[in-house]
């Protein structure tokens, strides 16, 4: 990587971090709950793009598909059924304020031990992780290494999150109904 | 909806793309990002613009409510059948080598990995769009006000 490229990095992750960190400041400030799913979508696709720099595309693109673009609509169906405004809390929010403060302050701290970004000898890439790549590429023939990982060496795992995610549903449709029932012509038009 | 002409067209034209790059995500797993999970959201998100164009009754005479539950449910059960398929061939569960020739694992494990990756696509892109109508059919209970 020259030294242009670097520099480019990191201007790039200042300027994602600063707009995601306003974000965040102004989904605490809103309390327009129509402004704070809109601003969520926001975060979820800056999310997306600090993802790309950081060479994770496939987690990017599930943020992007997922956090900005369904959960939005999703949380917009949700306000339909609820009031368009956030009450205004009779407590201060000092008490927040000092649990967000010391959950960051532990989680600064516990970034101190990981090993830098891209370093060969951390731990993840000694383990399993050339097994793996060696293997993608010879036992399963499948160029990206993501999905041979996802699909075949974590199989249990994917089956795992599927079946995660099909409960899910049911517990969904368990609370509000499957829609099954129509509505009646004329009821709700 | 009837007035609202440009969406409703820009609807049509764009939801037969939206199917196709979902598949092209999905078959497309192998050699670029993307996979069963991102191909299921992109190919509900074609039903959620559906619906919200033309209304949640238009979309469910395609997709009936009925039908995209038991596809969540088969989703998981191809995934978990694979799973069982391969102790047939003497190997242990989900590994795919043993499909066809153990020393050509990888014609296995394409296969193996195709239909695992169906089988989210299916489950993912239903349990959404299940979600999806739970949400929209949902009609929100009176308040104490209004009784």
């Known amino acids: ?189 | 909806m009837k007035h609202h002409l440009i969406l409703r067209i820009i609807t049509k034209i764009l939801i037969a793309p939206i199917l196709l790059f979902a598949l092209y995500v999905q078959f497309h797993g192998d050699f670029g990002p993307g996979g069963g999970f991102q191909a299921g959201v992109i190919f509900s998100s074609a039903f959620v613009l559906y619906a919200l164009v033309f209304g949640l009754e238009e979309v469910q005479e395609v997709a009936p409510p009925s039908l995209v539950l038991a596809c969540a449910a088969m989703g998981v059960l191809l995934y978990g059948g694979v799973g069982f398929a391969s102790f047939l061939f003497d190997g242990n569960y989900l590994n795919y080598s043993v499909f066809f020739d153990p020393h050509h694992p990888h014609e296995g494990q394409h296969l193996g990995i195709l239909l695992v990756e169906l089988g989210v696509l299916i489950t993912v892109a239903s349990v959404m769009i299940a979600i999806f109508y739970a949400f929209a059919g949902h009609v929100p209970e009176p308040d104490d006000e209004d009784w």
Not at chain 1, 7 to 14: C, E, F, Q, R, S
Not at chain 1, 21 to 38: N, Q
Not at chain 1, 172 to 184: C, E, F, H, N, Q
């Open chain 1, 1 to 189: 990587m020259t030294e242009e490229s670097i520099l480019g990095t990191v201007v790039v992750d200042i300027i994602l971090f600063g707009l995601l960190a306003i974000t965040a400041v102004e989904i605490a400030r809103l309390r327009s709950l129509f402004g704070v799913v809109a601003l969520s979508g926001v975060f979820s696709l800056l999310s997306a793009g600090l993802f790309v720099t950081l060479d994770a595309v496939d987690v990017a693109f599930t943020e992007a598909a997922v956090g900005a673009g369904v959960s939005t609509v999703l949380m917009l169906g949700a306000l339909s059924l609820t009031t368009q405004r956030e009450r205004i809390p009779s407590h201060t929010a000092l008490l927040p304020f000092f649990v967000v403060v010391v959950t960051g302050s532990v989680l600064i701290y516990g970034t101190l031990d990981v090993p830098a970004f891209g370093d060969p000898k951390a731990p993840v890439h000694t383990h399993v992780a050339p097994e793996y790549i060696e293997g993608s590429a010879e036992v399963i023939d499948v160029p990206n290494v993501v999905t041979s990982v996802l699909a075949s060496y974590r199989g249990f795992d994917t089956l795992g999150e599927t079946v995660v995610i099909f409960t899910a549903g049911v517990a969904v449709i368990a609370m509000l109904g499957s829609g099954l029932r129509r509505r009646k012509n004329g009821q709700q038009k």
